[in-house]
């Protein structure tokens, strides 16, 4: 039975390093939480370290970009990961081709730029469908306003061409302010569906946790704890990795939780728990 607390206060001397997750703990899509802001602030200065994991499908320095727009201070974290870091991993090593069809919006032109240490890899060239060894999928191209089902055609094009579909975020869903948009791992799910094959890098994958421990240097025996609002994603990602979570249910199922956001009913928590057939070590309204 998971564990409703007040506070990351409460439970954070028994860590060393926490995996956060961005949107919907950290951040809205449009502002930061002040008080996510301050948990964090305050675990680093009671000597904790703080990585941001997030499965944006771009590069962790494009990430760091937005970061002022948001309202994220420096203080408040070590290190970031992005699904967008692993996977580009996998995609100069050549997981899908070195010719591949890019289906997500220009935002993410990022995720190909060419990482330092794949600056002697053969090129990867971004070409049509019909000319593609491989796809990319980073997202809708129009996240406002396409679902999944507007690529049947084109994936099923894809399928009979036996192309393998690299998804540069495995999240399903993400909450903009208010709004709700269709995430690449809803539309890799929906390839799955039709019988092509996808190949994930972020959370609940393990890449994305590999290259959260090296780039925080970690020793063995560091004491974990997740933190975030995907069940399948943040807290099953915990779960696999055998460490411990904070599940944040004001974010994406804030709606099965009751009507105060920031402190969910236990009775309706348990019962949705359940039903995922997961259970976080913690859980708690809104990190703080």
Known sequence: MTRIIDALS???????????????????GISAYPAAVEALRAFRQGGGQVCLMTNAPRPSARVIEGFGR?????????????SGDAAQDALFAGAVGRRVWHLGPEKDDGFFDVPAEWQNAPAIKRVE???AEGIVCTGPFDEDTETPE?????????RQKGLKLLCANPDIVVDVGERRIYCA????????????TSLYFGKPHPPIYDLARRRLNLWDGARVLVI????????AGGVGEGIDSLFITGGLAAEHMGDDVDKPDPVLL???LAGQGLDPTFS????R
Request: hydrophobic share 40%; with cysteine; proline share 3%.
């Open 150 to 158: 507007d690529y049947r055609g084109r994936l099923m094009i894809a």
């Open 70 to 82: 948001l309202g994220i201070p420096e203080d408040c974290w070590d290190a970031i990961v992005t």
């Open 129 to 131: 469908l019909e000319d």
């Open 228 to 235: 975030g609002d995907g069940i399948r994603t943040d807290i």
């Open 10 to 28: 409460g439970i954070a001397p028994n860590y060393d390093v926490l995996f956060c997750d961005l949107w919907g703990c950290v951040h809205n």
């Open 284 to 287: 708690i309204g809104r990190l």
């Open 185 to 196: 791992g809803a539309i890799a799910e929906f390839y799955q569906e039709l019988g092509g």
């Open 270 to 272: 348990e019962q949705w």
